[in-house]
């Protein structure tokens, strides 16, 4: 399935006003999972700029140890610090990064921003080496945009 394929599907959950922002985040990440091959794990993160901490939402995939996780640590704490994409085609490379699962090869983080402030981010993790594409990203991006209207 083509990723611009699953936008209207994204925004139609959106749009639910029966489901709480939890069960639609959940919604999400099930679509995700169960439409892109390649999405192995897919979740979100929220920030607690207090604590500098990330803590996990929603998500569907492996059970993990990571549900909060410090600014700054792993793929998905430097993203709380720098506000970018990041895409990340092999995890055996990266210094900087938190193991889950040793089926984990390769990891996407977007930023979610909400008036202009980091407020969390989607995961997304890959069994396959470099499987994702700028096309991913931009996906992702407007999947954010998305989120970006329940808050």
Aim: net charge negative; with cysteine.
């Amino acid at each position: 399935m083509k990723l611009t394929e699953i936008q209207p599907q994204i925004t139609t959950i959106i749009k639910n006003n029966s489901k709480t922002r939890d069960e639609k985040l959940l919604a999400i990440c099930e679509l995700l999972n169960s439409s892109v091959s390649y999405y192995n794990w897919v979740g979100f993160y929220f920030a607690n700029h207090e604590t500098q901490t990330l803590h996990l939402g929603p998500y569907v995939g492996s059970p993990t140890d990571h549900t909060v996780i410090p600014f700054g640590k792993g793929i998905c704490g430097q993203v709380a610090v720098s506000n970018s994409n990041f895409v990340v085609p092999d995890v055996s490379a990266q210094d900087n990064y938190i193991a889950c699962s040793f089926t984990v090869k390769s990891e996407i983080v977007i930023p979610l921003f909400v008036n202009g402030q980091n407020i969390g981010q989607i995961d997304i993790d890959s069994h396959i080496i470099d499987p994702f594409t700028a096309e991913d990203e931009r996906f992702l991006e407007f999947v954010n945009q998305e989120v970006a209207k329940l808050y």
